[in-house]
């Protein structure tokens, strides 16, 4: 199963026209059950939901390389160009898919607007280098002009689908809490770092969905009137944003151990929460032990992870072997836990070789680091991160099989609150909520027997 950055090379014109060629070509390795009909508000993947995916991914995206990028400026790093490089090519992306929707025009002039805060953040970072707070406050106030050019821009787009007035709102969080994330690294706060990186990477899945909404209500004959506002497709975003965000830490937390930087604490410590919240949400519907055993499973792979960069840093060629044995062996158990929780829709065989291509990235965005060899490094991230968001399609898919009376729902008449501006609703809310949200979620679906973690042995002593 390699990822071939379908989602983000394939326009979403074409994407549209075939939405099951370039998933396919994107899941080798993965499961995938016989074809089963649906209604729409459980279909895991069709047109529109496929949609918000791709955006999901970009908007995300792009909130963790702006952070890294904003990193690796203010230290001096010597891969900063090439992470700067990886954050233009996301907004390629980005804007081939604004493209492939309004037109090369309408491309272009997102391109050029959305490439001028980038620019604006820049300027934040050498001002900030140079002790300019004139610099800053420049940066800052182009960065106020650039989110009332790019909330015109949208609405326009969008017939005023999205509102220029919310979208100013919504920009404005964006760029706080990069702004944030930023300052309270200069100034070692670290801890507020990575709360804020992680808050910005959640929000940007918000925008996604209000995107990829006004999209499909404008255009619904080329998504088949299907809605991306869906139970089903809320819960395919909500493993989307956890599983990816567990993929941008690790890499941030293995580099930062790499370099000895003193911030590596908070980082792996972000990583941690990001497996509490995974945690909780099996502890929520099958209690203490079950959580327990959950995290101990997916808290070993980062533990072998940290002990192969140490075992590498100190040159020690027989503790990377075993790291890596170590690693083998949580692949199998990760593998044998969600068989046996999904009923076999996840196949053991496939999610061994589906984590051994999270494992062998990983290591591979690691080992590149520390060679120095950049161009190769912001590619693998970018693959890596974008394979976390194939997991959380065949997971959310394995769910919904099992219980697709849970994922009922009536196809919504109006815009849903996504947090564009200063609304709230199933993912336009705090971060402190989210945790919350996912396991009422999660309960939901344990209540009825079917999450896809863990199935009790006195369901399989029955059957």
Known sequence: MIMKKAILTIPLSTALLFPAAHIASAHEGHMHGDAKKTSSSQEVSNKATDLRAALDQLFSEHAYLAVITMQKGIDGSKDFDQAAAALNENTNDLSDAIASVYGKKAGKQFKDIWSSHIGYFVDYVQATAKNDEAGKKKAMKQLDQYRLKQADMLDQATDGRLKASELEEGLKMHVNELLRAFDSY???????????????????????????????????????????????????????????????????????????????????????????????????????????????????????????????????????????????????????????????????????????????????????????????????VREAYGHMFMIGQDVATAIVDQHPELFKSKMPNEMPKTGMGGTAGPLGMSYEAFAGMIASLILAVGAAGAFFFIRRKTSNSKS
């Open 186 to 380: 200069t100034e070692k706060d670290f801890d507020t770092t990575y709360e804020t990186v992680r808050k910005s990477i959640h929000h940007m899945f918000e925008v996604g969905k209000g995107v990829s909404w006004a999209i499909t209500d404008q255009f619904p004959g080329k998504f088949d009137q299907k809605s991306v506002d869906t139970p089903a497709a809320d819960l395919r975003e909500d493993l989307n944003y956890l599983f990816s965000e567990h993929l941008a830490l690790a890499v941030v937390a293995m580099q930062k151990g790499n370099d000895g930087s003193k911030d590596f604490d908070q980082a792996a410590a972000a990583l941690n929460e990001n497996t509490n919240d995974l945690s909780d949400a099996i502890a929520s519907v099958y209690g203490k032990d079950a959580g327990k055993q959950f995290k101990t499973i997916w808290s070993s792979h980062i533990g072998y992870l940290v002990d192969y960069v140490k075992a590498d840093a100190s040159g020690d060629e027989k503790a990377k072997e075993k790291a890596v044995k170590d690693l083998d062996a949580y692949r199998m158990k990760q593998a044998k836990f969600l068989d046996q929780a999904t009923d076999g829709r996840l196949k053991a065989a496939d999610l061994e070789a589906g984590l051994k291509t999270h494992i062998d990235e990983l290591i591979k965005t690691y080992t590149s680091y520390h060679q120095g060899e950049y161009d190769q490094l912001y590619p693998t």
